[in-house]
């Protein structure tokens, strides 16, 4: 399996004027740059295109600003379509991408759809957001999002190319790679641009310390929360039953957390995050979950029953004050 590095460059319609924007594409891709990695991730080739936009004919100052590209050199581009057909033939048959983030997968897709491209794929996609790499192999918090610049200058990268430029941003996101511990690419992302439509584009991955479920779309989320697979907290670890300890429950509305208890691993924290995406096909609002399974320690479960205690506190003074409010008889 090969590594393709990619990096976009894109283009925005300017705001507060009529007709300059459109929500089908509001980022429009103006230029494609990659970088090929064998399994050894030794480099075995580049790709560079730029692309003549046919949506924003000007170009935003933010996109000039920081590509210092204009638009007579766009001109001489291919179209979004040509580029794309060539890119993909590049890319070969066995890959996996990578990108500095997770939102040029994105808009990559979202363009594709614009010009009524064959998707890339029909669930979600599997990818290295190599951001998110570079944090948990190197920042003490693994949680922190970094500059693509600050990660150069961390690893002691030669900075022989100037950046926010889309190959010269893949190759900067592509050296970074080839730092980045083997055992620390378990920790692949998911594209959702392409909900799960059935039960088999679901995702099931499990990691070296949780493990993550992707389902399908729901129409609404009273049924996604009442869905027995996204309820279920078997351990991930041994498939058993793990007894509910803390029912499920809501500080918010949009996450849900529980706690259960396996024999043999201890304390399993539950936690179901409910977000709208778009079906891909009939390009109408769903609902999906995503669940993550952790094994805790006890301290954590007992953070978690007051998270629960103090959700049921705010619950009880809303209700009175709803209430006070309702039987205020006025004068
Ligand atoms: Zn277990």
């Known amino acids: 399996m090969n590594y393709?590095?990619?990096?976009?460059?894109?283009?925005?319609?300017?705001?507060?004027?009529?007709?300059?924007?459109?929500?089908?594409?509001?980022?429009?891709?103006?230029?494609?740059?990659?970088?090929?990695?064998?399994?050894?991730?030794?480099?075995?080739?580049?790709?560079?295109?730029?692309?003549?936009?046919?949506?924003?004919?000007?170009?935003?100052?933010?996109?000039?600003?920081?590509?210092?590209?204009?638009?007579?050199?766009?001109?001489?581009?291919?179209?979004?379509?040509?580029?794309?057909?060539?890119?993909?033939?590049?890319?070969?048959?066995?890959?996996?991408?990578?990108?500095?983030?997770?939102?040029?997968?994105?808009?990559?897709?979202?363009?594709?759809r614009y010009?009524?491209?064959?998707?890339?794929?029909?669930?979600?996609?599997?990818?290295?957001?190599?951001?998110?790499?570079?944090?948990?192999?190197?920042?003490?918090?693994?949680?922190?999002?970094?500059?693509?610049?600050?990660?150069?200058?961390?690893?002691?990268?030669?900075?022989?190319?100037?950046?926010?430029?889309?190959?010269?941003?893949?190759?900067y996101t592509a050296k970074i790679l080839q730092k980045i511990p083997t055992d620390v690419e378990e920790y692949c992302s998911y594209d959702v641009f392409h909900l799960p439509a059935s039960k088999e584009e679901e995702v099931q991955k499990i990691f070296p310390s949780y493990a993550k479920y992707i389902f399908r779309e729901f129409e609404n989320k009273k049924e996604a929360i009442s869905d027995k697979a996204v309820l279920s907290?078997?351990?991930?670890?041994?498939?058993?039953?793990?007894?509910?300890?803390?029912?499920?429950?809501?500080?918010?509305?949009?996450?849900?957390?529980s706690v259960s208890y396996c024999d043999k691993h201890g304390y399993l924290k539950g936690k179901l995050r409910v977000r709208k995406g778009m079906n891909a096909s009939s390009e109408s609002e769903a609902v999906y979950v995503i669940k993550t399974l952790k094994i805790i320690s006890e301290e954590e479960k007992n953070l978690i029953a007051e998270k629960r205690e103090h959700a049921r506190e705010q619950r009880q003074m809303k209700r009175k004050f709803l209430k006070e409010k309702n039987t205020k008889v006025p004068k």
């Open 4 to 112: 393709i590095v990619f990096d976009l460059e894109w283009n925005q319609g300017r705001e507060g004027k009529q007709g300059q924007k459109h929500e089908d594409i509001p980022f429009e891709i103006i230029e494609i740059g990659a970088m090929k990695l064998d399994e050894n991730k030794n480099v075995i080739g580049e790709f560079h295109q730029l692309i003549r936009p046919s949506v924003y004919k000007d170009m935003h100052y933010i996109t000039q600003n920081m590509m210092h590209i204009h638009m007579k050199d766009l001109k001489k581009g291919l179209s979004f379509r040509e580029a794309m057909e060539m890119f993909l033939e590049w890319c070969g048959e066995d890959y996996m991408f990578c990108t500095w983030g997770g939102l040029d997968l994105l808009e990559l897709q979202r363009n594709m």
């Open 115 to 171: 010009y009524d491209m064959e998707p890339l794929s029909h669930g979600p996609i599997c990818f290295l957001d190599v951001q998110k790499l570079f944090s948990i192999a190197f920042e003490e918090d693994k949680k922190s999002r970094r500059a693509l610049e600050y990660a150069v200058s961390e690893l002691s990268i030669e900075k022989d190319i100037a950046f926010h430029r889309a190959f010269s941003d893949a190759y």
């Open 233 to 257: 907290t078997k351990c991930y670890i041994c498939d058993k039953n793990a007894k509910r300890k803390i029912k499920w429950f809501t500080p918010n509305g949009k996450h849900y957390y």
